[in-house]
Each structure stands twice: as structure tokens, then as C-alpha cells.
């Protein structure tokens, strides 16, 4: 297994869906700040949005386990094998990421109990 890079791409607002669903001072997601980039394999990595990582975790788990030799969805998604893009699913202020398989092996956190 082997890490994957999650890049935040763009943070996105609908100022029209927000006018007329959203909560008073609604505005493009807190959380995530274009640029950002976080490694993970089968964990969401620490600082990283919880509904976001429901999202993409299958994403990410499949490109960590081999899935960006070829390119998803028989390459009528995505040109680039390896690469996914993704979003979280606030249809108010959706964020974008661009999620890499890399060669970074990955190592279980994981330690026995006595």
C-alpha cells in the first residue's frame, strides 16, 4: 500500500444556492485552504474535514492499493492514470481535490496490545 497525495484544488461557493438555502454568513468552506496538501492511505489524515474525507476515502483507499496503474472508469473521467479528482459533497460550498497515487509506501500505525 502506498500513500496518495490530496492536494485542495479550488474552494467553491454557490452564492445563489446559499442566498436561498444557506445559513445567515455563509461562506466558502473554513477548513480547507487552496493548496493544501495531506497524505493518506487508509486514514484520514489528521486536519483534514471528516465530511470530506467520506467523500473521497474510496478514492484514496483505491489508488493506495494499486488502482492508479490504469486510469478510472475506462478513461472516459480522468486522462491521467493515477489521478482522481474529487469533491466533498456541500452542494453549497463544495470543495475540489486532485488526489495522486505516489511510490511513498505506506506503514500501518499500529501497535499490539499485551
Known sequence: MN????????TTFDAELAAQYGAEGL????????GQVFFADYAKPEGFCDE???AIYQYVFALAHGAGKD???FGDWIREP???ICSCND???PV???LEATEQESALDYTPVR
Do not use: N
Not at 27 to 33: D, G, N, R, V
Open 3 to 10: 500513500k496518495v497525495k490530496i492536494t485542495v484544488l479550488k
Open 71 to 73: 486510469v478510472f472508469y
Open 82 to 84: 493515477g489521478v482522481a
Open 27 to 34: 461562506t466558502a468552506c473554513p477548513m480547507m485552504k487552496e
Open 96 to 98: 475540489i481535490f486532485k
Open 52 to 54: 470530506a474525507w467520506k
Open 91 to 93: 452542494g453549497l460550498r
